[in-house]
């Protein structure tokens, strides 16, 4: 059974950090993909950062230059580095990984940026 546990949210000032982690078990972690999105209230989930089992990255370009997603494949644990915060990154942010047979969720986590 796979599980996700993010961590390293919390409440920071404009132009803060954070860095949120997520370990996984249960799954091959090494050979997926692996991502973070994040979900605002009333507003969609949206895609923020995937890295491929390969270390490759792509970011939605509202975070480029900001943020950093990467991976220990050792402890089985993706990281997401995010700097100069803006109010309009407060959000759920969730973790997943990506299977060819389905995509798996963490619970979540809180980042809330005060302005």
């Known amino acids: 059974q796979v599980r996700l546990v993010e961590s390293g949210g919390g409440l920071v000032q404009a132009g803060g950090s954070l860095r949120l982690s997520c370990a996984a078990s249960g799954s091959a972690f090494s050979a997926h993909a692996m991502a973070w999105y994040r979900q605002a209230p009333g507003k969609q989930r949206e895609l923020v950062a995937v890295?491929?089992?390969?270390?490759?990255?792509n970011y939605v370009d509202s975070v480029k230059g900001r943020f950093t997603i990467s991976r220990a494949n050792a402890n089985n644990t993706v990281y997401l580095q995010m700097n100069s915060l803006k109010p309009e990154d407060t959000a759920v942010y969730y973790c997943?990984?990506?299977?060819?047979?389905?995509?798996?969720w963490g619970q979540g986590t809180q980042v809330t940026v005060s302005s």
């Open positions: 997943s990984l990506i299977r060819p047979e389905a995509v798996y």
């Open positions: 890295i491929a089992a390969s270390g490759n990255t």
